[in-house]
């Protein structure tokens, strides 16, 4: 018995001089975050092309691919003179519940425009269920820089029916 | 007599004032030790390394409600932390802190006062505490609270024992009662050698004395929620916690005195004030050890505690003392 005694001191010291050597596994968090995995699933983020059209075209794969049923997609019609996307439709209103996902990641394999992305920022705390909601509006990234936003004036005759926009094909801001 | 009193006022006065600093930064030094032994970083929001903790602790504490349960004993509630601390203060009027030197042209010992029966006192007034624990306890009208005050009154007399005999060990080795000259014993080799049983065998029962870990088990958290302290609040709460952390000093301070030689070491005779130094540099590293152990060791059972105290440690120190007496009847 007294063996494991000294036994059981000899390894808390280890560990000791192990911190003053080496300094502590921990992090003083808010100043230093712990570094994130490269495949970190955080919250999620709608994408851009780099005209400044959404890549998300409301088909809803990422709400039939998620097994805890928290995206809600609702599709609306893109028109010549208010484009939102390339393609026939949009995503009118796109919500995640974020107390609902799970952070698998399956709604990005699913996506057939790379639209929706799980970025590497931790999930935000908030004081109501509603606040875990996120909207559209959140979820969507700004357009790059000098780049107008949508909705945009169709000139391409051909972004009414391809769904994914390639470089090449121009856009007018409204 | 009039400098006699100055001088004790003074002496007592400086003491408290170690004393209450000590308490308040071996709670950052305890948190701080422990983080390293578990890998992590410890307090450090409070000041640059956490340094201004005990100052913020203190603040709290004083502006948290004083809260006295209605069954409670009042008298008795508001006196508990009072009879366990001061028992824990006044041990510090007999211990050597350092040799005779000479301050300001005023030859004075660094001791309150140098008693001549300074053990009795020190065994005598280690004993008191305990009523506070256990009244405190009682006084709550709690159930964890009277649990951990009569916890706290078994281990007490269990340990008190063996305790008092490793004391008595030391007192027969040296032949004096007085601390001052105990340590002067000591000159030719330390006490620890001389008497290495009695020695760890007054380390156990300090830690138990104390109510250390692993032998904290009056405030067991798991069980007894805080155990005597579970009603207490506030100012209160913290005499009772700067009585436990006065009493981890207290207790290194006796183990330094009786078993590591006080304040001698190399050149003390030439220069007396280095005998503070080495005073202070055994008793931090006994508390360092008292750290380590916690940060070690789980609690052990009630049963466990009980068997230990009274069928290996009561034994072994009595052993002890007869052993003692008859190596110092031979050679006297």
Excluded at chain 1, 104 to 111: I, L, T
Excluded at chain 2, 79 to 96: E, G, K
Aim: proline residues 6%; hydrophobic residues 50%; glycine residues 8%.
């Amino acid at each position: 018995m007294v063996m494991e005694l000294f036994r059981g001191l000899w390894t808390t010291l280890q560990e000791f001089v192990q911190t003053n050597l080496r300094g502590p596994v921990t992090y003083p968090y808010p100043e230093v975050k712990r570094p994130l995995r490269v495949r970190f699933k955080g919250v999620h983020e709608l994408r851009r092309y780099s005209n400044g059209l959404e890549r998300c075209i409301g088909c809803a794969l990422c709400a039939a691919a998620c097994p805890a049923d928290a995206i809600y997609v609702e599709a609306g019609e893109n028109t010549d003179e208010e484009r939102y996307s390339p393609g026939e439709r949009y995503a009118k209103v796109y919500e995640i519940n974020l107390l609902r996902c799970i952070f698998c990641g399956y709604c990005e394999d699913a996506c057939p425009t790379n639209a929706i992305v799980l970025t590497d920022k931790i999930p935000p705390a908030g004081y109501t269920r509603e606040s875990f909601i996120v909207t559209k509006a959140q979820l969507l990234v700004p357009p790059p820089p000098g780049v107008p936003g949508t909705p945009q004036r169709t000139t391409d005759p051909s972004l009414r029916t391809r769904s994914i926009w390639e470089e090449g094909l121009v856009n007018e801001p409204i | 007599m009039v400098p006699f009193l100055v001088e004790a006022i003074i002496k007592s006065a400086i003491l408290v004032l170690l004393l209450l600093t000590g308490f308040a930064y071996l709670t950052l030094a305890e948190r701080k030790l422990v983080a390293d032994f578990q890998a992590r970083i410890g307090p450090n929001r409070a000041g640059p390394y956490g340094l201004l903790q005990p100052l913020a602790d203190a603040v709290k504490l004083f502006f948290k409600e004083d809260f006295i349960p209605e069954y409670a004993d009042r008298a008795l509630f508001v006196l508990a932390p009072l009879i366990t601390l001061i028992p824990a203060i006044l041990i510090f009027a007999v211990i050597p802190f350092g040799p005779e030197l000479t301050l300001f042209g005023y030859r004075t010992r660094l001791q309150l006062t140098d008693v001549n029966v300074g053990v009795l006192y020190i065994v005598a007034i280690t004993s008191i505490s305990v009523y506070g624990i256990t009244l405190a306890g009682w006084a709550s009208n709690n159930k964890y609270a009277l649990l951990g005050g009569i916890r706290a009154s078994a281990q007490m007399i269990s340990y008190e024992l063996a305790m008092g005999l490793a004391i008595v060990s030391v007192v027969l080795t040296t032949g004096t009662l007085q601390v001052s000259g105990i340590v002067e014993a000591q000159r030719n080799g330390w006490l620890l050698f001389l008497q290495p049983l009695a020695a760890i065998i007054f380390f156990i029962t300090g830690l138990a004395e104390i109510k250390r870990a692993p032998f904290d088990l009056v405030e067991a958290e798991q069980e007894l929620t805080a155990g005597y302290l579970t009603e207490y609040s506030s100012m209160k709460f913290a005499l009772f916690f700067m009585a436990e952390y006065v009493k981890m000093i207290g207790f290194s301070a006796l183990m330094t005195t009786f078993f590591l030689g006080g304040y001698l070491g190399p050149f003390v005779d030439h220069y007396p004030a280095l005998g503070v130094v080495y005073f202070t540099l055994k008793v931090a590293l006994l508390i360092f050890l008292m750290i380590w152990i916690r940060a070690t060791l789980p609690r052990i059972r009630y049963d466990q505690l009980m068997a230990l105290g009274w069928k290996v440690l009561l034994p072994l120190s009595l052993a002890n003392v007869m052993g003692t007496a008859v190596v110092v009847a031979l050679t006297a």
